[in-house]
């Protein structure tokens, strides 16, 4: 990682760091082969019947980088539409071949904890007691649905 | 009870990163209080297990980022007078006296201390007397980074295994592994300081300190010192060139990790012997 003043101030006070208690949809990314995770929280609000995301935290087990990416990615998606968080999960595994594979795993592990915080709450539209979807890294950036954890 | 042990945890941390902030003999008489503090955060949480209440280490974010000494601490000054109020609301009379007279005395001591200027926030990452290379100086950033907040992890991992253990053999090697992980964390934290990147470590997962498997843990828990070893090897190797001084000092800590891992290596064999 190239350590400049902007990934500085997210390492010393990390954005959104934290469980949510009202919160009301969680989602998992994690990473099999090391045992790292990230736990997304989020609050939705309606917005003329949209849905968006009011606030959200973070929390992680993993390295720094992981912390600094749910710092950042976070931030971006406080206040978007479900819209606007999936071109947000877009941008960001389509930018993962572009940075060194060892940040690429750790970024990709917080953008699909947010997606799949998104798509439980999409689910439980439907079925209220769903569980929290956990999505998986993986080089080809596709995620894997894992019902082994993470139940509401 | 459980908002007690809470608040006191903020408080503890709170008075370890004022303890990193000063430059003078402030330092000592922080770091002192803080271990003060860590002691009566076990106390109420041995006196929350008691009781039977469950509880986390969940706490609130810690805004540490002052200019003057005495900024953190009239912060620290208001928080223990919060905590002094709410010990007259919990049960054990006799714990909540201790406490209280602890809290007095450390009130009255930040009142007079002298104020400093405060220069661990300005990101200047610059040792003093020392030139690191942009390379070397980078990797011991994302070191500092890491390894304060592992080093605070272990220490709550390893006091939640021994507040909820009757183990004397095991809770000595916890509480070994607990000194010896306030040992870097203090030595981490001071660095940062200098190197004007003090962040509070975050909070820790449940999952991580509320263990299921002690033995899986154990054996995980070697291979995270064996990485840290290497990571303190490497560390060594980047700096050595700019700063022999600092080379010495992460091989130390290297060699350090080598008695951690005798330490878990013969709790692996006691759980495997019963």
Request: proline share 2%.
């Amino acid at each position: 990682m190239t350590v400049d003043a902007q990934l500085i101030e997210h390492m010393m006070n990390p954005k959104n760091y934290g469980s949510m208690e009202s919160a009301d949809t969680q989602g998992i990314g994690k990473n099999p082969e090391n045992g790292e995770k990230v736990a997304i929280y989020i609050r939705v609000g309606k917005d003329e019947e949209q849905p968006y995301v009011q606030d959200i935290r973070f929390q992680a087990i993993g390295c720094t980088t992981t912390v600094v990416a749910g710092s950042m990615l976070t931030e971006e998606a406080k206040g978007l539409h479900f819209q606007g968080i999936q071109e947000l999960v877009d941008t960001t595994m389509n930018f993962l071949d572009k940075i060194p594979e060892e940040d690429a795993a750790c970024s990709e592990m917080v953008a699909l904890a947010i997606k799949a915080a998104i798509d439980t709450y999409t689910k439980r539209q439907e079925d209220a007691d769903y569980p929290v979807i956990t999505y998986t890294v993986s080089n080809s950036c596709v995620p894997k649905e894992d019902h082994s954890e993470g139940h509401k | 009870m459980q908002n007690l042990m809470i608040k006191t945890h903020e408080v503890w941390l709170e008075m370890l990163m004022a303890g990193f902030m000063s430059n003078t003999e402030n330092k000592q008489v922080l770091f002192d209080f803080s271990d003060i503090l860590f002691r009566h955060f076990t106390w109420l949480e041995h006196e929350v297990i008691e009781l039977g209440e469950s509880y986390s280490y969940d706490r609130d974010a810690i805004a540490i980022k002052v200019d003057r000494l005495q900024d953190i601490l009239q912060d620290i000054i208001k928080k223990l007078d919060v905590l002094d109020l709410q010990l007259l609301s919990s049960p054990d009379k006799e714990l909540n006296a201790r406490i209280a007279s602890d809290i007095h005395y450390m009130r009255d001591v930040l009142h007079h201390m002298n104020d400093e200027v405060v220069t661990a926030f300005n990101m200047a990452r610059k040792f003093p007397n020392i030139d690191l290379t942009q390379e070397a100086t980078d990797a011991l950033t994302l070191f500092l980074f890491e390894e304060t907040y592992k080093e605070y992890e272990l220490i709550m991992i390893y006091n939640y295994l021994k507040a909820h253990s009757d183990d004397a053999y095991m809770n000595r090697i916890f509480q070994i592994l607990i000194d010896e992980s306030f040992f870097h964390l203090k030595r981490f934290g001071d660095m940062g300081a200098k190197m004007g990147i003090l962040g509070v470590p975050r909070v820790i997962m449940k999952e991580l300190y509320q263990v299921e498997d002690i033995v899986q843990f154990l054996k995980e828990g070697i291979n995270e010192e064996l990485a840290a070893k290497e990571e303190c090897k490497k560390l060594s190797d980047a700096v050595g060139k700019d700063s022999p001084e600092l080379a010495k000092f992460f091989d130390f800590i290297n060699h350090q990790e080598n008695y951690h891992i005798s330490l878990m290596e013969d709790a692996l064999k006691y759980f495997d012997g019963r």
